[in-house]
């Protein structure tokens, strides 16, 4: 938190005290109404009081008191917001490489439950959409804010057959982003581009029109897993991945199993569709403070009875 | 006059130089009422030979008066600032109302003194108004301390005197000594007059107390358990200060309002 007017924080602290000594004043004065007993050291004796509602009461006075003089030095408070026009496509690889085994049950289910795991962190108003890719890249789900959509598109994508058109899917995602507003690409494969345009290339050209591009490889190299259908190893192409992420402003992660998977897709969304924003906290500092104030009011100088 | 209480009074008063609660005899000394001749012993008053007996005796006789049963009530009536709180009125005019319950024991021989914090109410023969009555009336200064006036008691109240002292007792502890004195000079008997909030105190939430004699505050926060504590409290109080007063030899009662029952219970009556 910081303060637009640091300055006046000396104000309120000068107020604190002042309503410190006031109520102090007031108490003294309040003195002359007190109930007469024949014996106070008895009276206490007996009834033992606990001391804590009256420091509850007087800690919530002086609290809502700095609040309302904090208020008057503007303060700025750091809040994480959802972003405000966010766009998010997600780009599934599809091709054949995903049926591989080494993530449980398989990298294709592992990839769509990291994706519902992404839709989790999501926050209303953002909007999601879903790009497959395989031999080709194909919109499965447009952008929407619909969440529930999204969802039941996860459904639709189709099951691993084919090769590896990264470079199509980025080019495809980025013809999907609005004009405006924060666009961000995550990307999730296994494999090596080895279709399609370069994918390093279009990361970039994505970066120029203001897109975000994340990278998250999945399965691990050497784990000797082949393409099923073929003697071709399921290895993974760190290199090109780190050099797209890096093109286009973003991250590389990788996941060797289901749950780091799904860890990294949460942590995606969480660093993508929200921000911290600084905003002005007079007004909740005021409000707060004022409401604190009059509810220790109410509670503490509420007349206790007398006979 | 509650004769039962008169008649505790006059039989069950401890008296100097007897032991346990004296058995209602008459002692022999001056007094009104003739009560036996017998042979003269050596310091007999020579005023009190009966001439004629003795030249039909032959030998000096002594005339021996039955004392009267005369009593000397005397109170004390504790008027320090701490008796002038109170529910619907101080506390003060309740002890004071048994003080009236007190000095209406006394017959037209009795003698009634009156024991304020710097001089001493004798009673005062007046047509019309009973001396007990005039005692009665008298209000000490308020905020006097009550040791002032229990000193000067034990220094003017007569031997064998009935004495009541009526108070809140909260200072019981530096009472002690000068109730000592008294208990040991004449009969004592002593209200310890009831807490106002004892049965009901009605605070709740945050409060404020001020102490009646020292003028000081506090604020504090009464709940239902701090009014169950005080209740406990203060009837424990009670049953202490009266336990006390018996270890130092004065009878004790709780005074509730009805000053002639607490008088009863202080003398066994109730």
């Known amino acids: ?307 | 006059m509650n004769p039962r209480l008169r008649a505790a009074l006059v039989t069950r008063r401890r008296r100097v130089g007897t032991t346990g609660a004296g058995s209602p005899r008459p002692r022999r000394g001056d007094g009104y009422e003739f009560a036996e001749l017998r042979s003269y012993v050596a310091g007999d008053d020579p005023r009190r030979i009966d001439w004629a007996a003795t030249a039909r005796a032959g030998d000096l006789q002594t005339r021996v008066m039955f004392e009267d049963h005369a009593l000397t009530l005397a109170a004390v009536l504790d008027a320090s600032r701490s008796m002038f709180v109170g529910r619907d009125r101080p506390v003060y005019d309740v002890a004071s109302g048994a003080l009236s319950t007190w000095y209406a024991l006394a017959s037209a021989e009795d003698h009634c003194t009156r024991v304020l914090s710097d001089r001493v109410i004798e009673d005062r023969r007046r047509r019309g108004r009973s001396a007990a009555l005039l005692c009665a009336e008298v209000r000490d200064e308020p905020g006097a301390p009550l040791d002032d006036a229990l000193r000067i008691a034990s220094l003017t109240v007569p031997r064998d005197a009935s004495l009541l002292i009526v108070s809140d007792f909260y200072e019981l502890g530096a009472l002690e000594p000068s109730l000592r004195r008294l208990a040991a000079r004449c009969d004592c008997t002593a209200l310890v007059v009831r807490d106002p909030w004892r049965d009901d105190l009605p605070l709740g939430g945050f409060v404020r107390l001020r102490d009646a004699e020292t003028g000081a505050t506090q604020r504090l926060f009464v709940g239902r358990r701090e009014r169950q504590r005080f209740g406990v409290a203060v009837a424990a109080r009670e049953s202490a200060v009266c336990e006390a007063f018996e270890a130092i030899g004065v009878r004790a009662a709780v005074l509730a309002g009805d000053s002639e029952r607490a008088l009863l219970e202080a003398f066994g009556l109730a």
């Open chain 1, 1 to 307: 938190m910081t303060f637009a007017h640091p300055e006046r924080l000396l104000i309120a602290l000068l107020a604190s005290l002042a309503f410190a000594l006031v109520y102090r004043a007031i108490e003294r004065r309040a003195s002359a109404r007190a109930l007469a007993y024949s014996n106070l050291a008895f009276a206490l004796e007996a009834m033992r009081p606990s001391r804590l509602p009256a420091v509850v009461v007087f800690a919530a006075l002086l609290a809502g008191v700095a609040a309302l003089a904090a208020a008057f030095a503007g303060p700025r408070l750091v809040a994480r917001v959802p972003v405000k026009d966010g766009t998010v496509i997600l780009c599934i690889d599809t091709s054949g490489s995903m049926s591989a085994t080494d993530l449980k049950p398989s990298r294709a289910a592992a990839a769509k439950a990291a994706a519902r795991a992404f839709l989790d962190e999501v926050p209303a108003g953002t909007r999601v959409g879903i790009v497959t890719f395989a031999s080709g890249a194909s919109v499965v789900q447009p952008p929407t804010d619909d969440l529930d959509a999204v969802r039941d598109a996860l459904d639709r994508v189709p099951p691993p057959n084919g090769a590896t058109a990264i470079g199509d899917a980025l080019a495809l995602a980025a013809q999907q982003m609005p004009a405006h507003g924060k666009r961000v690409i995550v990307l999730m494969t296994d494999g090596v581009n080895n279709r399609g345009v370069d994918p390093v290339s279009a990361a970039r050209d994505a970066a120029t029109a203001g897109t975000t591009v994340h990278t998250v490889g999945i399965g691990t190299n050497g784990s000797g897993e082949l393409i099923p259908g073929t003697n071709e190893l399921a290895d993974l192409d760190e290199t090109t991945l780190r050099a797209i992420a890096a093109n286009a402003n973003g991250t590389y992660a990788s996941a060797q199993d289901a749950a780091s998977l799904r860890g990294a897709f949460r942590d995606l969304a969480r660093a993508t569709v929200w921000e911290k924003r600084r905003f002005d906290g007079s007004t909740l500092f005021a409000a707060g403070g004022g409401v604190v104030v009059v509810l220790a009011f109410l509670v503490g100088f509420a007349a206790g009875k007398f006979p």
